[in-house]
């Protein structure tokens, strides 16, 4: 391994000076916007133009590498609809990044030149302000920010626009986050900056207190790091003179060469903290010493004995942004999705992928071994203190692995690190990866019978409609997990289809030859897609078609609506209540007609109208929905709102034994959490919610009764008699107590999706019985 490029990759900090260079104009703003002599526009205009400052002057011409996706981001949330934004917007500022990556692969490994300092800040600032950018869009997409549709509608940049844009650019380019930072979400960047002003409790201590603690701290990982690497240059001249494969040395290395990328990202990290303390981010919960933005938890970094632990507290808020733009929306592997989508955002350097990949499957394993361990090692704590040591040494030589080949990039670091003695340490775990389904093989073949689902075909679409996830996520909170009246099919939806015999482009067909019988409510849902420019509402009636013969008949209205053109509904569908048709249901394919009507009187053009507001396309995502219920539809909207107290509605009958609450006694009957991952049972095509559930275990064995203060329970001489006379095969076991239902919603063959409520699917306790 060359030790020279890793003093150089260390030591030589542009990054650290520009940050220093900064902080006393950090300083100056928050201490210039408490005074009240910046007013707001003033204070946005400040962290701009100080971003763009310091970017000419760390990064030269390099500069427009982040100035350009940055304006043209702002540009896209204030003109594309928020079903939109987030895709255009991702898709362009990755686009971006990779071509930037590229043209740096071009550079070192094909030209073989040295890259300028000066474009390596920029395509790390690049980077930050993906995050900003994608977490932005993000928001718009999920109604967290609202963008008025009048904003939208415009596509012009007046002085207006501008003045609504600015908070957007400066959140894009403020200096304090420009060259690192955690990252800072937009509402609570623009809620800190408007509040600068309104608290007269603030004073200019607060910051510099944080921000000379925190240098202090820089300044000493610094000073151990470079300890850390004159060992490392001593242990490397040894080396040199050997001719021998020295293994303890070969694990050394590579262990304090992590230590020293280690020491490097914390203090850079601290540093980056201290910058956003200065202006006043990170302080609002009157805490000077523990920010509340922080990528920094040294201690749990540094004891922990979970690779998945060590993961997820690794840079936290850029953990936290890849969980919520990649692992809670990807419908593909979202794990394994993450992970890749982590090594694209960094570059696809060689060694980056490698890296990254063995991260996951280590991390999968690892959540394996613990959830295997611990029950074995709870009896002892000799066992548990040499399970902790033995599997924190594993951790720390799997992370050092991995975190070497992340930071040196090459593919022939990839080689030299094959070589290595340390390649066995990851290796075990990746021996560990073969699936074991005999525990989850059973869950697998009940889920199938019970969803009547025939494996040996698939069905036609999976592609998840958004308003049945919308559904989905209201009826499995936890609130109505226990209601018995909701078991079995809860929701039945239909996707809509063509008719060839009638293809009038504004009728809406369905067919619904699986309804159940025991749907009690109906309503069409349709997409929204184009608006008003000016103020307008019309009145709709819906109507069914049925088929009889060759003739068509034509219902009564089924449901009535005033609409207004100008605005979009809060979800953005527009829902009729079309119940009626259940009750006189006599056909497997029915049909919709809308007809509008204004103040003047009946319109024309009821399917022109129909086709122009509403997402009618087959083939679409958006489609048009027909979704049965089998509670009404007044009874599912009480579901879905939020419930009181939980505790309030637990029922007062409680266990006719305890075990204590105060201590945890090994080996005792507990429940154990048992997760069946439904991606693993190759479920995934099938089944699209959820990804998995705990059905958990009862294990352990059970002594003799214990009451809630630790003594054995008085019981009659009758009962004692009848426990003595008991036999080996009527002894207590530890066995389930309480029971819950899973929700899971699928696809039928036909590619219709239903949600249906399995019962007894997950134990919730466990007793002696």
């Known amino acids: 391994m060359d030790l020279e490029f890793l003093q150089s990759e260390l030591d030589y900090y542009p990054v650290t000076i520009h940050q220093f260079l900064s902080a006393p104009f950090a300083l100056a703003f928050y201490h210039l916007s408490i005074t009240g002599h910046l007013h707001l526009t003033a204070r946005y205009i400040f962290l701009m133009f100080g971003g763009l400052l310091l970017a000419i002057v760390s990064m030269g011409h390099y500069a427009m590498m982040v100035l350009i996706p940055a304006v043209f981001a702002v540009v896209l949330i204030h003109c594309l609809k928020s079903r939109i934004v987030h895709k255009w917007t991702f898709l362009s500022q990755m686009t971006w990044q990779t071509l930037c990556h590229l043209w740096l692969h071009y550079k070192e490994y094909y030209l073989q030149e040295a890259t300028d300092i000066k474009f390596k800040i920029a395509l790390s600032s690049l980077m930050l302000l993906t995050q900003r950018v994608t977490s932005v869009s993000l928001d718009i997409h999920e109604g967290e920010i609202?963008?008025?549709?009048?904003?939208?509608?415009?596509?012009?940049?007046?002085?207006?626009?501008?003045?609504?844009?600015?908070?957007?650019?400066?959140?894009?380019?403020y200096f304090p986050a420009l060259l690192g930072g955690p990252l800072c979400s937009f509402q609570r960047f623009k809620t800190h900056v408007e509040n600068l002003k309104k608290s007269d409790q603030k004073c200019i201590a607060k910051p510099l207190w944080s921000f000379f603690y925190k240098c202090t701290q820089f300044f000493v990982l610094n000073m151990l790091r470079v300890a850390v690497r004159n060992c490392v240059s001593v242990i490397k001249h040894h080396d040199q003179r050997s001719t021998q494969w020295n293994v303890p040395e070969d694990i050394f290395m590579i262990w304090t060469t992590a230590l020293m990328f280690r020491l490097a990202y914390y203090s850079q990290w601290l540093l980056s903290e201290s910058l956003n303390n200065l202006v006043g981010l990170g302080l609002e919960n009157d805490r000077i010493?523990?920010?509340?933005?922080?990528?920094?938890?040294?201690?749990?970094?540094?004891?922990?004995?979970?690779?998945?632990?060590?993961?997820?507290?690794?840079?936290?808020?850029?953990?936290?942004?890849?969980?919520?733009?990649?692992?809670?929306?990807?419908?593909?592997?979202?794990?394994?999705?993450?992970?890749?989508?982590?090594?694209?955002?960094?570059?696809?350097?060689?060694?980056?992928?490698?890296?990254?990949?063995?991260?996951?499957?280590?991390?999968?394993?690892?959540?394996?071994?613990?959830?295997?361990?611990?029950?074995?090692?709870?009896?002892?704590?000799?066992?548990?203190?040499?399970?902790?040591?033995?599997?924190?040494?594993?951790t720390q030589l799997v992370i050092a692995y991995v975190l070497v080949a992340v930071e040196l990039r090459t593919f022939s670091c990839v080689l030299v690190l094959c070589k290595s003695v340390c390649a066995v340490s990851p290796l075990v775990y990746i021996l560990m990866l073969i699936d074991n389904h005999e525990i989850q093989q059973p869950f697998s073949k009940a889920i199938l019978e019970m969803l009547h689902i025939n494996t040996l075909t698939f069905p036609r679409r999976t592609k998840l409609h958004p308003y049945m996830r919308l559904i989905y996520q209201q009826l499995s909170s936890s609130e109505t997990k226990d209601s018995a009246t909701t078991e079995g099919t809860l929701v039945q939806s239909f996707r809509s289809i063509k008719v060839p015999?009638?293809?009038?482009?504004?009728?809406?067909?369905?067919?619904?030859?699986?309804?159940?019988?025991?749907?009690?409510?109906?309503?069409?849902?349709?997409?929204r897609r184009t608006l008003h420019p000016k103020s307008l509402t019309v009145n709709v009636t819906i109507h069914n078609i049925g088929l009889e013969g060759k003739n068509l008949t034509i219902s009564d209205p089924l449901d009535k609506k005033i609409l207004n053109l100008s605005e979009l509904p809060s979800s953005g569908y527009d829902t009729f209540n079309v119940s009626t048709i259940l009750r006189q249901w006599t056909l497997d394919v029915i049909g919709f007609q809308f007809q509008f009507t204004d103040d003047s009187g009946s319109l024309v053009l009821h399917d022109a109208?129909?086709?122009?507001?509403?997402?009618?396309?087959?083939?679409?995502?958006?489609?048009?929905l027909l979704v049965a219920y089998r509670l009404a539809l007044s009874e599912r909207r009480k579901v879905a709102k939020p419930f009181g107290s939980r505790n309030n509605q637990r029922s007062s009958r409680e266990n006719r034994w305890k075990f204590p609450r105060s201590r945890?006694?090994?080996?005792?009957c507990k429940m154990h959490p048992?997760?069946?991952?439904?991606?693993?049972?190759?479920?995934?095509?099938?089944?699209?919610?959820?990804?998995?559930?705990?059905?958990?275990?009862?294990?352990?064995?059970?002594?003799?009764?214990?009451?809630?203060?630790?003594?054995?329970?008085?019981?009659?001489p009758a009962w004692r008699t009848v426990m003595q006379n008991i036999t080996k095969n009527q002894r207590w076991h530890c066995t389930p107590e309480k029971y819950s239902s899973v929700s899971l919603m699928h696809v039928t063959e036909s590619g219709d999706i239903f949600i249906e409520r399995i019962k007894e699917m997950s134990i919730e306790s466990c007793a002696c019985k």
């Open 664 to 668: 945890d006694i090994s080996g005792e």
């Open 674 to 716: 048992l997760y069946v991952n439904l991606q693993s049972l190759k479920l995934n095509n099938w089944i699209l919610e959820p990804r998995g559930f705990y059905a958990n275990a009862c294990r352990g064995y059970c002594s003799e009764l214990i009451t809630e203060k630790g003594n054995t329970v008085t019981i009659s």
């Open 289 to 394: 010493q523990q920010s509340t933005l922080s990528d920094t938890d040294i201690w749990t970094l540094e004891t922990t004995n979970k690779i998945s632990e060590f993961v997820r507290v690794w840079n936290k808020t850029t953990a936290g942004w890849l969980r919520r733009m990649v692992f809670q929306r990807s419908k593909v592997q979202p794990f394994i999705s993450t992970f890749i989508f982590s090594a694209w955002w960094h570059g696809l350097h060689p060694a980056q992928i490698f890296g990254f990949l063995l991260c996951a499957a280590t991390v999968k394993v690892d959540y394996r071994v613990h959830q295997y361990m611990v029950p074995l090692t709870a009896r002892s704590r000799f066992l548990r203190l040499i399970y902790k040591i033995v599997t924190w040494m594993q």
């Open 609 to 624: 109208l129909t086709q122009s507001l509403y997402c009618l396309d087959t083939n679409s995502q958006d489609e048009p």
């Open 146 to 173: 609202k963008i008025p549709a009048r904003k939208v509608q415009q596509n012009r940049f007046d002085a207006d626009t501008l003045c609504y844009s600015l908070p957007y650019l400066s959140y894009m380019l």
């Open 501 to 527: 015999e009638y293809d009038n482009p504004g009728w809406i067909w369905f067919n619904i030859s699986k309804l159940k019988p025991s749907m009690v409510a109906a309503e069409l849902v349709l997409l």
